[in-house]
Structure formats: C-alpha cells, structure tokens
C-alpha cells in the first residue's frame, strides 16, 4: 500500500492544483452564483459536502463497480448526495435555497465532483478520497468567494447583505457598477485570479 | 468475482438504484413537512407585508412572528368568484397558528389558467361559466385601524412564473402596498421585482376603471395612478408582471367595486341613522 502524504492531499487543490484557476473546471457556476458572498458561502459548503462524501461513497464501491457502467454509477452516487443537499437547505435555510435556486441541483454536472471521482476516489482508499473531495470543495470555494466578495462589494455596495459602501458617497456620486452583477464581469475577475496566481506560481506558466 | 459478467452488472445497478431511491424517498418524506411549512410561512410573510406597507410604523423582518401578526390582523380570508359572489372561507388561524391557510403558488396557477381562457374565449354562456368556477383569494387586513384588502396576482415572466400580492384600501381602488416573487427571473434584471425599489413605487398608484385597470410600462407616469414604471433591461419581466396584475384586477372588480359600494353604504347608513338620532334629540329638545 502507498504512501498518501495527507498534506498535499488537503492542501495542493486549495492553491497550486485549484481545480478553478488550475485545472478550469466548475466554470460556470462559479459565474452564476457568485452575485452575494451568501449565496456563494453556502454552495460552497454544498459543494464541498458532495464532493467529499460522493467521492468516500464511490472509494468503498471502487473494487465492486462494473467498470461498464462506472460513470452511471458515480453519477447516480453525485445524485443522491446533491438531492440530499438540497432537500436539506430545502428544509432548514429555505430562503437561501431560494437565492440558489437551481444551482443546487447543478451541482451534479459540476465537472469538479465526477474529475475527482474519476481521477482520485476510484484509485485509492476512502479516507484519502474524502479528503481530496472536500479539499477540491474547499479550493472550488475559495474562489468562488473570492469572486463573490468583488462583485457584491462593486456591484450592490454591500457585504453579506450588510451595506459596506456609506450613503454619502451615494450622494457624493458614486453608482453601484451595474456589469458587476452579470456573468460576464465574473469571467473577467475569475481571469484576474488565474493572473494573479500564474504570476507567483512561476511553474504554472506555460511556456 | 468477474465484475464485468451481465448478471452482475444488472444486479448490481438494479440494487444501486433501489437503494438510492429507497434513501431518497425517507428523506423526502421526513423533510417534506417543514418544508411545506417553509413555502407557506413565505406565502403568509408575503400577504402581511403587502398589507403592512399601508402604514410606515408597521414594519416586518426576519425576526417579526409573521403567524402571530397575521392571525393578529387578519378581519376575514376567503374566495370569490368572477361576479363577486363569496365562494368559500380559509382558515385564519385564529384558534392555532398552524390551521392558517393561504393559496399556493400551483393553486394561483389553477386560477391564472381559468382567467387566460376566461379572456380567449368568444362563447358568453362558457365564460359565464368559467366565471362562476373561479376561486379567487381575497384577505382583508386590519392594519391599525385601517381596512386593507389584499389580492395576488400571477404571469409568465421570461423563465418562469412570477406572482405577488397587491394591498388595496378600502376604496377598492388605491394601492396600499406590493410584493412580489419570482421563480427564477435573471439576477440584478427581472428579479429586480421582488426588491423594494420597484414593489415601493406601486404605493399611492390606484387600479383605473377601463379596460386597462393596471400596466407597467417605461416612463414617469407623473398623473397616471393606473401604471407605473417598468425595470430598464427586463422588459419581458416588466411587461408579464403588468399583464399579470391587469388580468387579475380585471376579475377581482366585481368583487371589489361590490365591497367598496357596501362600505359606502354601511357608512352613509351611519350618517343616516346619526342625522335621525340628532333629529330625534331635536324633536325631544322642543
């Protein structure tokens, strides 16, 4: 049995191997619900929840899985845990399940979760597995908090609904910037993160 | 063990997913009553602010008890139908919280289907029917004193349905406060109807007499109590949510220019029999 250097299982997806920013998967949502830091904070939890718990649930299942039908396996695995999810928020945080709508659902077609089962959970013991989906969680949440924090600050002047930008400078002026809110500006700052990184994470750099 | 043998393949995917639906199912059930309670806790939230904007001291947030200040302020909940005959009471909650009944979304979308057809059709006998069939929900307030009656309302926005309720006074005619909901209009454009900028400009506006009793369109509308302005950028939103709440108060007038008439009355009633009462002293006085 190898050896699983439990460090770089947790932390390699949350910096250098960020499945966002490195690997570019989970694009889309992180576009979509990305307007409120709420929002953002809860499907990540989400996300890192499924991703950890189908990942362990497929690594108990690797050595009995048809290999014919494995991907229809992990998905109907994905599937479970997502509905579970969203039947929970359903129940007991009912409005920010509202904000999320159908987001929550989307999770399964998140390319983050089948990567990690496909890559990681179908190849090694489950508790490694668990760790690496709920670091790739983690790191998916990251930035998707980060893309949050600019585009609720820019673009409602607010902070976990909390008004952070003072009335005065409202009335000195300032305006909300309207293109901070649709999708196309959370393109451009997910690209200003990938930048950043690439320019302090020399290797990453293609040449 | 050959994993890779037909047999065992669909074995083992028919156990999988009965499994999986065996799981799925429990947890459904054992969620689904808070969750309906979720849905109509918000249905009642939405009725009472509608209602509580009639009067600025009054106000409702996350930590208000949303049942105990419906119950508390609620005069009468029921139905009518499109000639503005009652047609059915809801509970009110008065003796339990929990009996409170209030109209779900699919139950506005039984009555929006009625309504559409009541508006395609040419056949009067049919429509004369389909009027009687409505039952629409009416819940009268009594927000410090002052009577309001609320109505909701429902369209087709650009991605899914939208609904709100509209908070009349007493006239029947003057909008005392709305809210409104969505399912899934776009974020920062359409959903921009269930933010208080817009529902806050509905306030002082009043339903016209004509054919058009209510639109939402672009401009000002300084001096037109029947419209007000739409949202810049959703057009299809604005324009389904002014169709929505025309074709609603359209079959609500019945029933409101009949309530608002018995008002008067019960009122003028009063002065009467006050000018009787008066006269009556004089009589005596001489």
Redo the contacts between chains.
Sequence with gaps: MKDINYKEVLLKPIFKGNPVTVLVLGICSSLAVT?QLKGAFVMALSVIVVTGLSSFVVSIMR???????RI??QL??V??MV??VD??L???A?SISKTL??YVGLIITNCIVMGRIEAYALGNRPIPSLLDGLANGAGYGLILIIVAFFRELL?SGTLFGVRIIPQSFYDAGYMDN?LV??PPMALILLGLIVWIQRSFQKDLQEK | MNTNGNTYTVIYSTVLVILVAAILAFVAMSLQDKQNENVKIETITKVLTAAAQSDENVSIDETTDVLGMYTDNIVDAFYVDGNGEVTGHMNMGKENVKDIQVPSTSDLKKQNDILKKISGSKDSTGQAELLKSLNLPVFVFDINGKEVTVIPCYGAGLWGPIWGYVALASDGRTIEGAIFDHKGETPGLGAKIAEAPFYTSFRGKAFGSGDVVFAVEKGKHEGEPECVDAISGATITSQALGKGINLWAKHYQPYLNKAAAEKAGTEADAEDTADMDAAADAETIK
């Design positions: 307007v050595n009995s899985i048809p290999n014919r039908i229809i396996v109907v695995v599937a479970l509905i579970l039947q929970i359903k129940a007991y009912y709508s159908v673009g309207g809110i649709l």
